[in-house]
């Protein structure tokens, strides 16, 4: 899949404090709980669970999406594909400082058709899809925190 080709959705970012690492782990661990095999087959999702290794790595999946590139610590791409859509999901981590660091979730996506545009309206123009990455992004910095703190993480 071509994901420049793709057009863009959004951007999000949140600044978070904690080594690269721990930033790279914890988005594992939340994409792994975030999204469910339930709704990855209502809409007609090609990837409908999670499989391959962990961490993730490219062939890796999760309900709704397959790693098509993972530099650890760096950038992490994820595609996919369902009835009303073909989209990509890519986290990208810059150093923001010492002890810092940005994580950017870029979403890109085509929605072709009728049906694909009235799901872009109800899911993008909706604000629902903003929410929704806001709060995978809030998730993935109190878990990369959590560890930096020396907090104990949940694991369910």
Known sequence: MDIAALPFVDEHATVVTAQADAVWD??????DGSFTPGYARLVGCADRAAS????????STV???RVASAAPGRELVLVGRH?????ALVFRLDEA??????????????????????????????????????RLLAGIRR??????SGTPRRTA
Do not use: N
């Not at 914890?26 to 994409?31: C, P, R, S, T």
């Not at 009835?83 to 989209?87: A, D, E, G, L």
């Not at 072709?112 to 903003?130: F, I, K, N, Q, T």
């Open 83 to 87: 009835r009303f859509s073909t989209y």
């Open 143 to 148: 878990r990369a925190e959590q560890v930096r």
């Open 52 to 59: 391959g290794p962990r961490p993730l790595a490219v062939g």
């Open 97 to 134: 400082g010492p002890g810092r660091v940005r994580l950017c979730a870029e979403t890109r996506a085509r929605f072709p058709g009728p049906a694909g545009g009235l799901y872009r309206l109800l899911v993008v123009a909706s604000g629902a899809h903003a929410v929704l990455t806001g």
């Open 63 to 65: 309900p709704g999406f």
């Open 26 to 31: 914890a988005v594992g661990d939340a994409l």
